[in-house]
């Protein structure tokens, strides 16, 4: 079997895509980076997920980018609810170089796994704000991996896989249902209130979305008064 590292946070779209890695026929290592996120209780959900699927390793980081702060995740700057006409926008939400830090440490790891594929959760939803999720980030690391590491000199060629980087939030759920991911268990909310989802951040919004387009019960546990879908 090929081996492959996925990027696993716990939420939604990390664990849809540990699902298709797998079910792609890769060997699959799991990695969770805990960088002083607000929501920490992601990092719970990633063990179970990982659990359930039956990975053959999982590893947690815990790092501090709270030490830079600037992002509404790593820094006293309030979330808010989700607002449609601000999509196009680079929201507070956005950690400074995040995925850059995460996707190098995944090919760290992916070097001593002796994997050539890496799997993240970017996705269009992400990209259409977040500069480090869209396509021509994803190429452009991939070619940078290729210069950066001592497996590729030796013609072990890296690849980044984004499987879910053209699909809508419906698209993946109906995918991951039919691969029967355990969203139950998956925890995506940016503003956890007392281990439960706030249901208004934009992350809740389009999970809860994606559920009703998809016409999927919605497993997820929010917070009282949230507002309508």
């Known amino acids: ?101 995460l ?32 396509p021509s980030y994803i190429h452009a690391f991939e070619k940078m991996a290729n210069l950066a590491v001592k497996s590729a000199t030796l013609g072990h060629h890296i690849r980044i896989h984004a499987p879910l980087v053209n699909l809508s939030k419906a698209e993946i759920i109906k995918k991951g249902c039919a691969l029967g991911v355990p969203y139950e268990h998956t925890h995506s909310c940016y503003d956890p209130r007392d281990n439960l989802a706030c249901g208004s951040c934009s992350s809740c919004f389009y999970r809860r979305k994606g559920f009703i387009d998809a016409g999927i019960t919605d497993p997820t546990n929010y917070a009282p008064c949230r507002p309508a879908a």
């Open 103 to 134: 996707l190098s440490l995944a090919l760290a790891y992916a070097e001593v796994s002796k994997a050539d594929d890496i799997f993240f959760g970017a996705n269009i939803h992400d990209y259409s704000g977040y500069p480090d999720c869209r």
């Open 1 to 101: 079997m090929k081996s492959a590292v996925v990027l696993l946070s716990g939420g939604l779209d990390s664990t849809t895509t540990l699902a298709i890695a797998k079910d792609m026929g890769y060997r699959a290592y799991a990695l969770t980076i805990l960088y002083g996120q607000r929501n920490h209780i992601e990092a719970l959900s990633a063990k179970k997920v990982a659990a359930l699927l039956s990975i053959e390793e999982h590893k947690i980081i815990e790092l501090n980018l709270r030490l830079f702060g600037g992002s509404s995740l790593t820094d006293d700057i309030s979330v808010g609810a989700h607002v449609e006409s601000r999509v196009n926008e680079i929201p507070n939400t956005y950690v400074p170089a995040r995925n850059t830090i």
